[in-house]
């Protein structure tokens, strides 16, 4: 991101040198003017003379202070915003797999705090790193014009300086980094705990997420105590004061040997005095590079992680039919990431490979049917049969471990993942709503909609009653995940916008659960309608939907055990008659 703004890093380099040489070189006018006034034919006007340099460089040092104090902050703002841009376009373009296994909490501290320690590496860190730097050779190119006899002391310094930093920075690196990593688990913890407070709540264990808490914080606490110790022992300030000493001794050996004037002790002294500042900032600079480059790294491992979701932007982009094929498909949660193809860890070390370990049992095993375009599909099965995880390969939610879910004769995997989701709607009975507007939400999928198209798909989702009874009426928020509205109201939001978003595809998994049966039943007349005009699978226990469907699958543990219609079912099923008994 950095090498996007070339003229920033070119710009605060070149303003840290100008900055310290004009506040050095006023140590070497003090100098002067202290042989000025030993001089016994000093004059009022060279003095005068003298101050006015001394007040130019000083002037000169404040303007370019200022110079390089935006360029970082500049820098430090600009890294930050793309670096929070990549991750959350990185996020987005991940598969479901991976976000499967991620905990919010994690993801949330990495995007936010790890963001903006970033930004605080970059400035003030990176920006007294690099004062530091050029504060430490310029008093030496100062002091070496001087007399190079003074430059014995200055050196042996830098020599201790480098050794007694390189310990320190080694010391604070993986403190740093179980830092960051201590704070994303504690974050973690919090937020599953808020998430699932009313489960807490519900089963007594708030002592018990307390006290996870607690080993949590007190894990963060540990990290942040090791990191102050490690700073209290901060070895270059005490070789710092001594090099003082002995620079100050050595410089008064040469003047009383002849070899200095007086003012330049002075000057000399002043700007080995100097060196103070970058040994002093550089146990906080340090500190914060560390925890920046911790940070980098934990966001690095988000967007370097591989999801095996390939967007296919140069695939097919066209409007869909509506045809929907298996052809001796498989897929298991665990067998790998999208596709089946996630790349496993290997030893570097020139040792043999793990032994592979048993392969997980499939959740959908060779499935084989097609849906012709328009056709309504009923999925029926005893719980955890594959009807929803069946769903989701369509979209490509999930890939297809092996076989190929076709639309319209192409590969899912060879269509445009936007064009493909775009005309592809799911309505499940865990309605996710944004905490937005109740108009926003429904206009989610459909981000040009009026206000005509909103208030129309919403009375076919018989929604408007409802939302109207509001004060705000479409301007309600529905709250985080839509919490200010009942699972009901929930649902016919949901149903509104996928009626708004006019997909050639309709999955329909147990969305009308939370609906009394008046309500479903305007409902599915409206449901009804709109399947007539597209290809949509049902995943429901209503027998009402069942039966209007045009063909029904009938799943059992990932298989399917038998297909046809709700009379031919009855007639020539067992595993149909006993899911049919169940739900009458």
Avoid at 117 to 146: A, E, Q
Avoid at 240 to 259: D, E, N, P
Avoid at 379 to 388: E, F, H, N, P, Y
Avoid at 508 to 516: E, G, M, N, V, W
Wanted: net charge negative.
């Amino acid at each position: 991101h950095l090498a996007q703004y070339p003229w920033l890093p070119a710009a605060a380099v070149l303003a840290a040198v100008v900055n310290n040489f004009a506040a050095s070189y006023i140590q070497v006018l003090i100098g002067r003017g202290f042989d000025l006034l030993n001089a016994p034919d000093w004059t009022s006007r060279s003095l005068f003379l003298l101050a006015l340099t001394v007040f130019f460089s000083a002037a000169m040092q404040a303007l370019f202070g200022l110079a390089r104090n935006s360029s970082f902050e500049f820098m430090a703002q600009r890294v930050e915003r793309d670096g929070r841009d990549e991750l959350y376009a990185s996020l987005l373009g991940k598969s479901q797999t991976f976000h499967n296994r991620q905990r919010i909490g994690d993801i949330m501290a990495r995007a936010t705090n790890d963001v903006r320690t970033l930004n605080v590496m970059f400035s003030p860190g990176l920006m007294l790193i690099t004062d530091s730097l050029v504060g430490l050779v310029v008093p030496i190119i100062l002091i070496y014009r001087i007399t190079p006899q003074l430059l014995l002391v200055p050196i042996i310094f830098i020599a201790l300086f480098v050794i007694t930093i390189r310990g320190y920075a080694r010391q604070l690196a993986p403190v740093s980094e179980g830092l960051r990593e201590s704070f994303g688990v504690m974050n973690a913890g919090l937020a599953e705990t808020v998430n699932g407070i009313e489960v807490v709540k519900g089963s007594a264990q708030e002592r018990h997420e307390g006290q996870k808490f607690i080993e949590n914080a007190s894990t963060y606490r540990d990290y942040a105590v090791r990191e102050g110790e490690i700073q209290a022992r901060y070895l270059p300030m005490l070789v710092f004061s001594v090099c003082w000493g002995l620079a100050f001794f050595h410089a008064m050996l040469l003047w009383q040997a002849g070899a200095l004037t007086l003012g330049q002790v002075v000057s000399y002294v002043g700007l080995f005095g100097f060196l103070r500042f970058p040994t002093f900032v550089s146990v906080f600079s340090f500190q914060l590079a560390q925890l920046g480059l911790a940070s980098a790294r934990r966001i690095l491992e988000l967007i370097n992680a591989e999801s095996d979701l390939d967007e296919n932007e140069r695939g097919t982009s066209r409007p869909i039919s509506g045809k929907v094929q298996f052809r001796n498909v498989s897929f298991g949660y665990d067998t790998g990431a999208q596709g089946g193809t996630e790349a496993r860890e290997q030893p570097n070390d020139g040792s043999p490979p793990p032994p592979p370990t048993a392969a997980p049992p499939r959740i959908l095993n060779d499935l084989t049917f097609t849906i012709n375009p328009g056709e309504t599909v009923a999925i029926v099965g005893q719980t955890g049969s594959g009807k929803s995880t069946l769903t989701r390969l369509i979209n490509r939610i999930f890939d297809a471990d092996s076989g190929q879910v076709l639309v319209d004769g192409i590969d899912v995997r060879d269509w445009n993942l936007e064009s493909l989701r775009s005309q592809i709607s799911t309505i499940e009975q865990d309605v996710f709503l944004f905490s937005r507007t109740i108009a926003e939400n429904i206009a989610f999928g459909a981000p040009g909609a009026t206000q005509a198209d909103i208030e129309h798909a919403a009375r076919e989702a018989q929604a408007h009653d409802f939302i109207m009874s509001f004060d705000k009426g479409y301007e309600t928020e529905a709250g985080e995940r839509g919490v200010a509205l009942s699972g009901g109201q929930r649902q016919r939001i949901a149903i509104a916008r996928a009626f708004l978003t006019n997909p050639r595809i309709l999955i329909l998994d147990d969305s009308t659960s939370a609906i009394d049966s008046a309500t479903e039943d305007r409902i599915q007349q409206a449901m009804y309608r709109i399947s007539q005009q597209r290809t949509t699978f049902l995943i429901t226990h209503r027998l009402s939907q069942i039966r209007w469907a045009d063909r029904i699958l009938v799943l059992k543990a990932g298989e399917i055990v038998d297909q046809g219609t709700h009379e031919e079912l009855l007639e020539k099923s067992a595993d149909y008659q006993r899911i049919f008994a169940r739900y009458e």
